[in-house]
């Protein structure tokens, strides 16, 4: 759900990003979908610049 409600924001999510995704643990889910709500791109989400 994460993957769509980034993808729906902030445009299609790079490979990297997916699998960013695809092997978050629960914790790191949590913190992105709550970063995710007032995030200004897709960078502030991950809250390390290193979003592709």
Known sequence: ???LM???R???LSDADM???RH???AQL???LINA???PDLAAVF???TSH
């Open 19 to 21: 699998d960013r995704l």
């Open 37 to 39: 709500i007032s995030a």
């Open 30 to 32: 949590k913190e992105w």
């Open 1 to 3: 759900m994460l993957a």
């Open 24 to 26: 978050a643990n629960e």
């Open 10 to 12: 902030f445009g299609d």
């Open 6 to 8: 980034l993808d729906h």
């Open 47 to 49: 809250n390390d610049g």
